[in-house]
């Protein structure tokens, strides 16, 4: 009578398969690693052969969340990571945060997936409180308000980030005092309370600096910096920031770039543009680290924006707002700049046509500078 594989067997078998395309079948074995428990391995005693038994099950649990990751799957995904509690029960605490935080990193790859996301850390975190997991608790719940922040809900966020705080305190956790703070800071941000989004972000950087920081949170802290000074209009101050960031975030690679190295660098470009040194943006790109991200589509738009602004063209303002709508509308600072500076942009043009005379007609100007005779005659 043939014994049954071994986990690590089925891991070898699943690979394979996965190699191969065959993802059915990849998925079915990578299921039965999860399944097959401890059958052959809980009687007996050595322990190298159960630990091996677990690293193989966490190996499945990575691999059918990257299929389904890869597949734009949110609602699997989210079943894989109700499964591995069953494995996280039997292995050590900081290995089951680690592994949780991989699983959840998977959903940012799927589009819509908010709704699922939000459910899944809701149930996790409950699962969490139950079992007395603290720190994955605190973690799971610092994502959540990652997530509603994202999602613009202000008010939700700020509830969990007040309870989160009052629980941090007492436990002297400073990483992830650091990083709530700094969630905070953004989320006060989002909803225009300045005062309050510079005092979390101090509050983020005293707790920061007594504990190490890791680059990709010291970025993160330089990036809030320079977006405050970037709102009181002390843009040279905020361009010192970003480069800052921009150097940290280059250093670590690709995790460096889903970190934000590009907004970073997006935002070094909009100082030049916003301090009225447009012909910066071209030397800025020629500089070692800036040069493997000059020719990316999101670069090309703050070029167009600083060629126009050089020219004090309005009717080119507005041609690189529309031809790069996504790259320039979808993040909310360098939308209220260049809103802003079209504002300025207008101002000047409307001045430089009515300057010679003491009485214009309306239409007439609102013709020269190619806007509706409205607006013209709002401003």
Same mark, same amino acid.
Request: glycine share 4%; proline share 2%.
């Given at each position: 009578?043939?014994?049954?594989? +071994?986990?690590? #067997?089925?891991? &070898?078998?699943? !690979? ?10 990849? @998925? ?28 193989? #099950? /966490? ?8 299929? %389904? ?61 139950? /079992? ?33 705080? +009052? /629980? ?11 990083? =709530? ?20 972000? +101090? ?18 802290? !330089? ?38 190295? $590009?907004?970073? $660098? ?24 800036? +040069?493997? %991200? ?16 050089? &020219?004090?063209? $309005?009717? /080119? ?9 996504? @790259? ?28 010679? %005379?003491? =009485? ?13 005779? #409205? ?5």
């Amino acid at each position: 009578m043939s014994s049954s594989p +071994t986990t690590s #067997q089925l891991i &070898e078998k699943a !690979d394979a398969a996965l190699k191969a395309g065959n993802l059915k079948d990849a @998925e079915k074995l990578y299921e039965q690693v999860l399944t097959t428990s401890s059958a052959g391995n809980a009687n007996t005693t050595d322990t190298s052969i159960q630990q091996q038994h677990l690293r193989d #099950q /966490e190996t499945a649990l990575v691999k059918l969340g990257e299929i %389904y990751r890869d597949q734009k799957n949110a609602d699997a995904l989210s079943s894989v990571i109700t499964q591995s509690r069953a494995f996280m029960s039997s292995t050590a605490k900081a290995k089951t945060a680690k592994l949780i935080r991989t699983l959840l990193d998977f959903f940012t790859s799927i589009p819509d997936s908010y709704d699922v996301q939000k459910q899944t850390l809701t149930d996790n975190i409950a699962w969490a409180k139950t /079992e007395k997991r603290i720190f994955l608790k605190h973690s799971l719940e610092t994502r959540l308000v990652g997530l509603q922040l994202e999602t613009q809900q202000y008010r939700p966020a700020l509830t969990l980030i007040d309870q989160l705080l +009052t /629980e941090l305190k007492r436990l002297d956790d400073k990483m992830i005092l650091t990083e =709530v703070h700094l969630l905070e800071s953004r989320v006060y941000r989002g909803i225009g309370n300045m005062a309050k989004a510079k005092a979390a972000l +101090t509050s983020s950087r005293t707790a920061a600096n007594s504990i190490y920081c890791p680059p990709l949170l010291q970025a993160a802290l !330089d990036l809030q910096s320079g977006i405050l000074h970037a709102e009181d209009k002390d843009y040279t101050t905020a361009y010192s920031y970003f480069y800052e960031a921009f150097e940290n975030l280059s250093a670590q690679g690709e995790e460096g770039l889903r970190g934000g190295a $590009l907004g970073a $660098l997006k935002y070094m470009l909009l100082c030049k543009v916003m301090l009225n040194l447009p012909e910066d943006v071209n030397s800025l790109l020629t500089i070692k680290l800036a +040069t493997k %991200y000059a020719q990316m589509r999101d670069v090309e738009s703050m070029r167009a924006i600083a060629r126009a602004h050089q &020219e004090r063209n $309005l009717s /080119e303002f507005e041609k690189a707002l529309r031809d790069y709508r996504d @790259e320039l509308s979808s993040d909310p600072t360098i939308r209220s700049h260049l809103a802003s500076l079209y504002d300025n942009l207008l101002e000047q043009n409307l001045l430089r046509i009515i300057e010679p %005379y003491s =009485v214009v007609e309306i239409s007439h100007v609102a013709e020269l500078v190619g806007q509706e005779r #409205q607006g013209v005659e709002s401003k």
